[in-house]
């Protein structure tokens, strides 16, 4: 049922998607469909770091997005600058933010609403997570309906992991009644005829440049 996430069939590499580059710092635009690091076996080998150190020899992973999901990547240049952003993470002197397309009209709204429902993982339905309340990691979202649109049937929301775990923003989502289009693991199956890919897509990122401490600020475009 699920044959895009049981079968690894990676995006051709057309050239590096570079968003910016510095002595420190590499932003990479990940295309749908491509794994951040290897996984387990020889077919999922191929992979952004893979591809970021033919050009980046010094390029370290900082974090990772979900295969399906596209956007943006921070990597390190050097295990100084690595040490540097890890702490930026750790202390979230960072801003991600995402862009999906959800399932269902919410209402158009600018104030942010939050979902907190702890997840752990779906041992059972490796690799999804679910809600558990007894054993769950403490799971935070922020969330906002920027459009409806009513011929599709879905809505366009802009979303803020205050924490990050695995498939979070895609779990709250699924959880409030909403899944995003075209999620092979937690929308209905009878709606992913609607969509070639999973909706969501890192769209911008700020942090402090590990050089300068300085607030720096990238963004991709949204591809759908």
């Known amino acids: 049922m699920h044959s895009r996430e049981d079968h690894y069939n990676p995006?051709?590499?057309?050239?590096?998607?570079?968003?910016?580059?510095?002595?420190a710092i590499l932003l990479l635009d990940k295309p749908a469909g491509l794994l951040t690091v290897p996984g387990r076996g020889e077919d999922k080998q191929d992979c952004l770091i893979r591809r970021a150190l033919q050009a980046y020899p010094d390029a370290l992973i900082v974090h990772r997005l979900d295969r399906d999901t596209s956007g943006l990547?921070?990597?390190?240049?050097?295990?100084?600058?690595?040490r540097t952003i890890n702490l930026a993470?750790?202390?979230?002197?960072?801003?991600?933010?995402?862009?999906?397309?959800?399932?269902?009209?919410?209402?158009?709204?600018?104030?942010?609403?939050?979902?907190d429902l702890p997840?752990?993982?779906?041992?059972?339905?490796?690799?999804?997570?679910?809600?558990?309340?007894?054993?769950?990691?403490?799971?935070?979202?922020?969330?906002?309906?920027t459009a409806a649109d009513a011929a599709r049937g879905c809505s366009r929301v802009e979303l803020e992991p205050v924490t990050g775990r695995t498939h979070q923003l895609r779990?709250?989502?699924?959880?409030?009644?909403?899944?995003?289009?075209?999620?092979t693991l937690y929308a209905p199956p009878d709606t992913l005829p609607l969509a070639q890919r999973l909706h969501l897509h890192a769209r911008s990122l700020?942090?402090?440049?590990?050089?300068?401490?300085?607030?720096?600020?990238?963004?991709?475009?949204?591809?759908?």
């Not at 700020?206 to 759908?224: E, I, K, Y």
């Open 171 to 183: 779990v709250h989502m699924q959880a409030i009644g909403h899944p995003m289009l075209g999620d």
């Open 89 to 115: 993470f750790e202390k979230r002197q960072t801003d991600k933010r995402y862009e999906a397309l959800v399932i269902g009209l919410l209402p158009v709204n600018e104030a942010w609403q939050e979902i």
């Open 11 to 23: 995006p051709p590499d057309t050239g590096l998607p570079v968003v910016f580059a510095d002595e």
């Open 119 to 145: 997840l752990l993982v779906d041992w059972p339905n490796r690799p999804k997570r679910t809600i558990n309340y007894a054993e769950g990691q403490q799971a935070l979202t922020r969330w906002r309906c």
């Open 206 to 224: 700020s942090f402090p440049h590990p050089s300068t401490g300085q607030m720096v600020a990238f963004s991709a475009p949204v591809p759908f």
């Open 73 to 82: 990547v921070l990597m390190a240049r050097g295990a100084a600058a690595q």
